[in-house]
């Protein structure tokens, strides 16, 4: 199995940093493409890559554009989050996925997502279902 876990990306950290994301109002576009099980990424993963991203019916490339939820905090935790992804009437398998940002001119990386196991969707609905916009749940933090 080439996934291992999932990562907020280092390079992304950083990026944050030098102001080169941009949730707000949907400033950027973030995309979220699937993965094989060939595909091998880790925290150092820096942008999207055709190599190991799937192919099947109703997928293309770079997958689906995201739509964010605006950043927000709570306490002392900001967030950002993303409605759910779906393909629809799909035939593919995928295990893993890449969020990136399409409007960076590196397509750089933000989070990579193991789901544990090859998943297979044959006809039927694909989705990808965020968790909770809150300060326990998103899926980008900052505590």
């Not at 990424?41 to 190599?51: D, P, Q, R």
């Not at 090859?118 to 909770?132: D, E, M, N, Q, R």
Request: charged share 15%; proline share 1%.
């Amino acid at each position: 199995m080439a996934f291992s876990g999932n990562f907020m990306c280092t390079s992304f950290k950083q990026e944050l940093m030098q102001a080169e994301h941009d949730f707000d109002n949907g400033a950027h576009t973030f995309r979220i493409a699937l993965y094989t099980d060939s595909a091998s990424f880790t925290a150092a993963t820096e942008a999207y890559t055709t190599s190991n991203e799937i192919t099947g019916t109703n997928y293309v490339a770079k997958g689906n554009a995201l739509t964010n939820v605006n950043p927000t905090t709570s306490g002392t935790t900001a967030f950002t989050d993303f409605a759910d992804s779906s393909w629809t009437t799909a035939t593919f398998s995928a295990m893993g996925a890449m969020i990136f940002n399409d409007s960076h001119a590196d397509d750089a990386s933000v989070i990579i997502l193991d789901f544990g196991a090859l998943k297979t969707v044959t006809g039927g609905t694909f989705t990808i279902t965020f968790p909770a916009a809150d300060a326990d749940n998103a899926i980008i933090r900052i505590a």
